[in-house]
Structure formats: C-alpha cells, structure tokens
C-alpha cells in the first residue's frame, strides 16, 4: 500500500487526533495530520522548536513500541494499536529494553509488547508506563498481515525534560478526552441510576 493512501485511511478513523512526528534534514515537524486546502499536511505545534533532527533518530533505531492500524472489523471505533510483539520489526532491542516492554503492563494485565485493542488503551498504558508516543510516517507490517505506521517513544530522544513534558500532557489530555466519560454524559433514567449508583447514596 502507498504511504499515501495509508495515511488517508488511517485519518478517516482518527489518525488526526494523534501526534506525528516527521523529520526532514533541516525540519522537525510534530503535530497533528489536518485537511487544508485539500490535502493532508502535517500541522506543526512548535513543541521540538531548536530540535535538531538528529537529536530524534533514536525514535527510529530504538524507540518503536508498535504500530497503529485499521480498526475494520474490530469492537472498538478507534484505530488500532498493536505492540512491538505483533509486529515484524527488523531492529533488535537490547534485552534490558525487551524486558522492560515485557513488564509494562496495566491493570488488567495486558503488557505493551503483546498489546492489541483501542490506541487509546495502548496509549494510556504506555502514558502509565512512562512511554511517551508518537506516530511516525514509516510502514511496518503485523504479523496477521495488516500494514500500519510505526509508533515510538519520543522519551528515547536527548531533548529537554520542558519538552517531554510539555508533549506528555499534551498526549495525556487527548487520551483521557476519549477514556473518560463524565456523568454529565450519561444518559439514564432514575431506575437505571439507582442500579448504578444507589449503594453509593446516603442511606444505603
């Protein structure tokens, strides 16, 4: 498949709410995929102003954590994400890395190397995992044969600990826009209120 028109695919099913990184030889680009003037452009958020583009080649030799992809005929909306172990990367990691990619694991036990389900998922539990994602313009294949983009830790890069932080929150905010729901959100009636919440009212 043309980069092209993986892009485009990926954008349908929200490929536009995650950050991407694209490093050209004077240019550093993070930002978010956008449709201007009818064409895909990458709109820069001046988060790796003064970066140098070599400063982010570790994202690319040791920095993959997985790859997103389509979410057809998936149960969630989102796209999907899928971790380093389902995926045919050719770089070796060390077996310090390895390890720690074994261990990273949330609260249900999923662990981020075997990892498949909602980016979102994937990204909270890399976010919990002091993993800080990106998406990069590369193709990787899985191995059910599904080809995506490369995801990798922006953390594995020498740059200042202000930037880290400052794209973290960024990342932190746009996955707990969609992990999160509010009460205000709901829409029950007073009986299915009661099942819900009514051991948590006073009196019960």
Avoid at 52 to 66: D, Y
Avoid at 184 to 200: A, I, P, R, T
Wanted: negative net charge.
């Amino acid at each position: 498949m043309l980069l092209k028109d993986l892009i485009k695919s990926l954008f349908k099913q929200g490929l536009g709410e995650l950050l991407v990184l694209h490093v050209m030889t004077k240019t550093v680009y993070l930002g978010h995929i956008a449709y201007e003037k009818g064409r895909l452009v990458i709109k820069d958020k001046g988060y790796l102003t003064g970066v140098k583009s070599t400063q982010l080649l570790p994202c690319w030799e040791e920095g993959i954590l997985g790859v997103v992809c389509s979410s057809e005929g998936m149960e969630w909306d989102s796209i999907t994400f899928c971790g380093r172990g389902q995926c045919n990367i050719p770089v070796d990691l060390s077996s310090t890395r390895q390890g720690a990619f074994m261990m990273a694991q949330n609260q249900n036990g999923e662990n981020l190397l075997d990892f498949v389900g909602s980016v979102y998922r994937g990204y909270q539990l890399m976010l919990d995992n002091h993993y800080l994602p990106v998406v990069l313009l590369n193709q990787i294949n899985t191995k059910s044969g599904e080809t995506g983009l490369v995801v990798s830790d922006l953390r594995i890069a020498p740059i200042d600990l202000s930037i880290i932080r400052n794209v973290n929150n960024a990342v932190r905010e746009s996955v707990e826009r969609r992990t999160l729901l509010e009460v205000e959100d709901l829409e029950v009636g007073s009986g299915d209120f009661e099942k819900l919440f009514g051991k948590y009212l006073p009196g019960n």
